[in-house]
């Protein structure tokens, strides 16, 4: 197995475990919590321009569009995103934060847009809110 095969592996065992833990938790958590989508988004990022360099900027677009598995996932992307944005939109208005701007990087980023929206809300939560800029 290569790398390209044990990483979605790695990845879903790692969300699952996220998902059981917070689940299970206050769902309270020490300052600094912005830091992990952060990471999150930093991270992403820089696996989406390793695939981008290597298989070209439009590379996924061929796989959502091959076959019905393939839509279902782009389908699935978009849903996801959706709900991110329906749940995070209204936080970040109560902070003074314009959503527009991290609502067309979502859309056109996915978790990366998403990941840091939700870094930069948690970050002006943490730091007393209404803050403007955004």
């Not at 696996?47 to 839509?71: C, D, K, M, Q």
């Amino acid at each position: 197995m290569t790398w390209i095969n044990t990483a979605p592996v790695i990845a879903g065992v790692a969300t699952l475990l996220f998902a059981l833990a917070y689940s299970l938790s206050s769902g309270t958590a020490p300052k600094g919590k912005w830091m992990m989508p952060f990471f999150l988004s930093v991270l992403f990022l820089g696996f989406s321009v390793y695939a981008g360099l290597s298989e070209g900027a439009t590379g996924f677009w061929p796989e959502h569009i091959r076959h019905l598995w393939g839509n279902q996932i782009w389908f699935d992307l978009l849903l996801a995103a959706s709900v991110g944005l329906f749940l995070l939109v209204p936080k970040a208005k109560s902070l003074g934060i314009n959503p527009l701007p991290w609502a067309v990087l979502t859309v056109a980023t996915g978790s990366i847009g998403l990941l840091a929206f939700l870094a930069f809300v948690l970050w002006t939560q943490e730091h007393g809110g209404h803050n403007a800029a955004g």
